[in-house]
């Protein structure tokens, strides 16, 4: 491989270096598409609840019709003003009636409200139709709303075609984008109209036919597209962009409500077009990012993984570099030597001690560059001092957490990939000494007990010695590690059985829930959170490899008789002539 190998170490660091950048770079803009659906849906459900109690004010007036011999024109401003439009309900114009008028009453109809004090008034616009709708009453009668007092909104297509709806369902309809005849100054809105369907005293009518013989007017909402707007969701909407669309058709013709214009060459990272039906009638609603939003993303943390990652590759392509090219000249020289001069193999000897010395240290030191980094980040926060933030200083520690439990899982990565290769002889051992050596080297701390149960035909047994005391060594590690409380206990037994001993390992801490047991054997799986134990989650993965390898298998069970877990697995007899171990003490 020569001078090759360190160039392909750096090509697969720098790699690697790129996948993890993009990785948390998705993380990143992961978390922020979270928070852009969370708004999108928060925009979808007010404006929806506020229709619905647009709705619901519409039906109190339906109320009030019905319930009433007679409804005068105090009555029905005495029962908006009781509804408190400005507070209850922003956004909305004004709630009116409006009554069908036949052609032959339209001359007595226009006499009675003139006559109400009205003087100028008509059903507007004039001409003659085969029927007229007159709005009668209007609250608040304001100087935009008399604008609309005695307007025939069933002459309009539009609105029309919303009236004929409601009329003939029954429910409550919109109507599509209209200019309201309350636009009276330079701020014209698009707009739009809501009609429930009055059909006198009677409830609504069962068949089509009928619905449309008894109809007798509407109660309606007139509402200004933007002010509406406002009302539901707050003058301007921070970090996203609002528009609205009439039907399915996305333009200029069809908006009837943008938040902010956009910008010509502006383009959003996140866009989301959401349909929703109103009163029988389709919006088709547009959200998208503003770049207010896209700054909410955190770079930081893929670039501090880009740095380290870069800074790490060199430093590790270097001591690769260094090793290969002394490896590479110490060949060099010696078949240089070998050839010229016979009489210098002893120096060549030396030279070879020499680099097989290198190549130990060299190998040793792999893990520096990750420490080297280690130390980069401690002096980083000691220079800068009180200059980072918490959130600066929180990624710094995160990223050394992240060099030390890298440090972890390369050792645990090495005992995973040696658990089929690396040969364990059968020797004779002392079961309890075995089993008492690898819980005192463990039990450090000395806040666990080992309660010992053999059921053994002799203590003393031919067996797999080194592979066993891996075995016991990461249930034990394992049971130490994740225990809850500052005391415990773990429980051994050891049965011997015909064709092998049956250890079951259990203890008294938080348990594995059954729907995670499968899960603890995989690689890098932690049930808690590695910021609260630590570890490289390869503990249980490297224990069912080692006794898959014996041709058996683990399990884990619920600890009979109290709080905890419990390990279960057959450890066969090896009929091969043992070597010596440890009659020891």
Request: charged residues 25%; without cysteine; proline residues 4%.
């Given at each position: ?213 008894i109809s007798v007017g509407f109660v309606y909402s007139a509402f200004r597209m933007r002010n509406l707007m406002e009302g539901i ?56 990012s503003l770049p207010e939003f896209e700054k909410l993303l955190d770079p930081q943390k893929s670039y501090i993984v880009l740095i ?74 000691e220079d800068l001092g009180d200059k980072l933030d918490g959130e600066s200083r929180e990624n710094m520690h995160l990223l050394r ?185």
């Amino acid at each position: 491989m020569g001078m090759v190998l360190p160039w392909m170490t750096l090509a697969l660091m720098l790699l690697l270096t790129a996948t993890a950048f993009h990785f948390v770079k998705s993380e990143s803009e992961a978390l922020a598409l979270e928070k852009f659906e969370f708004r999108k849906t928060e925009i979808l459900e007010d404006i929806d609840q506020r229709m619905i109690a647009y709705t619901q004010a519409l039906r109190g007036g339906l109320g009030l019709f019905r319930a009433s011999e007679l409804v005068t024109r105090s009555d029905w401003r005495a029962y908006v003003e009781t509804q408190l439009l400005n507070e209850l309900f922003p956004g909305i114009q004004g709630i009116g009636y409006t009554e069908w008028v036949r052609p032959e009453e339209r001359a007595t109809y226009e006499a009675r409200i003139q006559s109400e004090g009205f003087g100028g008034f008509a059903i507007r616009p004039a001409g003659d139709r085969e029927i007229y709708s007159s709005i009668i009453f209007l609250e608040p009668f304001d100087v935009r709303n008399r604008q609309a007092f005695g307007y025939d909104m069933y002459s309009e297509e539009t609105r029309r075609r919303a009236m004929a709806l409601a009329r003939d369902t029954g429910e409550v309809a919109i109507s599509g984008k209209v200019t309201l005849v309350q636009e009276i100054s330079a701020d014209v809105q698009a707009g739009f109209l809501m009609y429930l369907p009055y059909y006198g005293h009677a409830t609504t009518p069962d068949n089509l036919a009928k619905r449309r013989s008894i109809s007798v007017g509407f109660v309606y909402s007139a509402f200004r597209m933007r002010n509406l707007m406002e009302g539901i969701l707050g003058p301007g909407l921070p970090n996203v962009r609002l528009e609205i669309y009439d039907e399915d058709e996305i333009s200029d013709d069809a908006l009837m409500y943008t938040s902010q214009r956009a910008a010509p060459d502006e383009t959003p990272l996140f866009v989301r077009t959401e349909q929703m039906t109103i009163g029988q009638r389709p919006w088709t609603l547009r959200i998208s990012s503003l770049p207010e939003f896209e700054k909410l993303l955190d770079p930081q943390k893929s670039y501090i993984v880009l740095i380290a990652g870069i800074f790490s590759s060199l430093l590790f392509f270097s001591v690769i570099w260094s090793f290969a090219r002394t490896r590479q000249r110490a060949q060099e020289l010696a078949e240089e030597m070998t050839v010229a001069l016979n009489e210098h193999s002893q120096e060549l000897a030396r030279s070879n001690e020499d680099l097989e010395q290198f190549a130990y240290v060299a190998s040793h030191d792999l893990k520096a560059p990750l420490r080297g980094i280690d130390n980069l980040a401690t002096w980083i926060e000691e220079d800068l001092g009180d200059k980072l933030d918490g959130e600066s200083r929180e990624n710094m520690h995160l990223l050394r957490g992240r060099v030390r439990r890298l440090e972890t899982l390369l050792t645990d990565l090495l005992n995973y990939s040696r658990a089929r290769r690396v040969e364990s002889p059968v020797e004779t051992a002392v079961m309890s000494e075995l089993i008492k050596t690898s819980w005192t080297l463990l039990n450090t701390a000395n806040r666990m007990t080992l309660e010992l149960d053999l059921d053994l035909e002799s203590d003393t047994v031919d067996i797999q010695v080194s592979a066993l005391e891996q075995v016991l060594g990461n249930l034990f590690a394992n049971a130490i590690k994740h225990h809850d409380k500052d005391r415990g206990t773990v429980f051994l037994s050891v049965t011997e059985q015909p064709d092998g001993y049956e250890f079951i390992m259990a203890d008294d801490g938080p348990g594995i829930p059954p729907e995670h047991r499968e899960r603890a054997f995989q690689m890098f799986q932690t049930l808690r959170p590695r910021d609260e134990v630590e570890g490289s989650g390869m503990g249980l993965s490297i224990i069912r490899k080692l006794i898959e390898r014996i041709g058996s298998d683990i399990t884990i069970e619920d600890r009979s008789g109290g709080r905890g877990v419990q390990f279960r697995f057959i450890w066969p007899k090896v009929p091969v002539a043992p070597t010596s171990y440890g009659l020891r003490n």
